[in-house]
C-alpha cells in the first residue's frame, strides 16, 4: 500500500463513521416524530458498526467471495443498515447476511439481458428491488424486474437504473433522503403544533 493509499483510507474511515454518526442521529429523530405524523409506530431503524476484531476477518471472508474493493473498505467498518420506514424501505445486509444470500442463490452475481456486467448485491428494498455494485465501472444498479436464473439476472430493458455514480454516492443518497424524511416531519408536526394553539 502506498502512503497516497494509505491517506485515502484514513480518510474513507473518517468519512464512513461520521456517515454512520449522521445516520444513527436521524434515524433517531426520524424514529422520534414518526408516529405523531403517521399515525402508527415506526419500525427500528439502525446503523451497525463493526467491531475493530471482526473487521478483518469480515473484509478476508467477503475478498475470498470476489466482493470489489469499495463493498470491502464499508464491510471493514459497518454492518447493516435498517430503514424500514424511509419511502418503501432500504436494508444494507451486514456481512454475514450477504454471505448467506451469495451462498443461498438469492442474490445475483452477473446481469445479462438488458445490461451485461459483473456484480455484488448488498441492499434490498421494500418492493423487491436489489442494489447491486457493479465491478466494472463501480456504479450502483437499482435491480427491479428480471428473471433470477441460478447466480444471472436476465434484466428487462425497463428493470434497472443507474442509482449512483459509486457506492460513497449512494451512502451519500441515502443520508440525504433520511435528513429531507425528518425535516417533511418536523415541518408537519409544527404545522400541527401551529394548528392546535389557534384552535383552526
Given at each position: 500500500m502506498?502512503?497516497?493509499?494509505?491517506?485515502?483510507?484514513?480518510?474513507?474511515l473518517?468519512?464512513?463513521?461520521?456517515?454512520?454518526?449522521g445516520?444513527?442521529?436521524?434515524?433517531?429523530?426520524?424514529?422520534?416524530?414518526?408516529?405523531?405524523?403517521?399515525?402508527?409506530?415506526?419500525?427500528?431503524?439502525?446503523?451497525a458498526?463493526?467491531?475493530?476484531g471482526?473487521?478483518?476477518?469480515a473484509?478476508?471472508?467477503?475478498?475470498?467471495?470476489g466482493?470489489?474493493g469499495?463493498?470491502?473498505?464499508?464491510?471493514g467498518?459497518?454492518?447493516?443498515?435498517?430503514?424500514?420506514?424511509?419511502?418503501?424501505?432500504?436494508?444494507?445486509?451486514?456481512?454475514?447476511?450477504?454471505?448467506?444470500?451469495?451462498?443461498?442463490?438469492?442474490?445475483?452475481?452477473?446481469?445479462?439481458?438488458?445490461?451485461?456486467?459483473?456484480?455484488?448485491?448488498?441492499?434490498?428494498d421494500?418492493?423487491?428491488?436489489m442494489y447491486?455494485?457493479?465491478?466494472?465501472t463501480?456504479?450502483?444498479?437499482?435491480?427491479?424486474?428480471?428473471?433470477?436464473?441460478?447466480?444471472?439476472?436476465?434484466?428487462?430493458?425497463?428493470?434497472?437504473?443507474?442509482?449512483?455514480e459509486?457506492?460513497?454516492?449512494f451512502?451519500?443518497?441515502?443520508h440525504?433522503?433520511?435528513?429531507?424524511?425528518?425535516e417533511?416531519?418536523?415541518?408537519?408536526?409544527r404545522?400541527?403544533?401551529?394548528?392546535?394553539e389557534?384552535?383552526?
Amino acid at each position: 500500500m502506498t502512503l497516497t493509499d494509505l491517506r485515502s483510507a484514513v480518510v474513507r474511515l473518517v468519512d464512513l463513521r461520521k456517515w454512520r454518526q449522521g445516520v444513527e442521529f436521524l434515524a433517531a429523530e426520524f424514529m422520534s416524530g414518526f408516529e405523531a405524523v403517521h399515525g402508527y409506530p415506526p419500525g427500528e431503524h439502525t446503523v451497525a458498526h463493526v467491531l475493530a476484531g471482526e473487521s478483518a476477518a469480515a473484509a478476508e471472508a467477503l475478498a475470498g467471495r470476489g466482493l470489489p474493493g469499495p463493498l470491502l473498505e464499508y464491510y471493514g467498518h459497518l454492518g447493516s443498515v435498517a430503514l424500514p420506514d424511509l419511502d418503501n424501505g432500504i436494508w444494507i445486509d451486514d456481512a454475514a447476511s450477504l454471505a448467506a444470500q451469495v451462498e443461498a442463490g438469492n442474490y445475483p452475481n452477473r446481469l445479462t439481458g438488458a445490461v451485461d456486467d459483473t456484480v455484488s448485491v448488498f441492499a434490498t428494498d421494500g418492493g423487491g428491488g436489489m442494489y447491486a455494485l457493479s465491478h466494472a465501472t463501480g456504479r450502483i444498479y437499482h435491480l427491479t424486474a428480471g428473471a433470477l436464473v441460478g447466480s444471472t439476472y436476465d434484466l428487462n430493458e425497463t428493470g434497472y437504473r443507474i442509482a449512483n455514480e459509486d457506492l460513497w454516492s449512494f451512502l451519500e443518497q441515502l443520508h440525504a433522503r433520511l435528513a429531507a424524511a425528518v425535516e417533511a416531519q418536523q415541518a408537519a408536526l409544527r404545522e400541527a403544533h401551529g394548528r392546535v394553539e389557534t384552535g383552526t
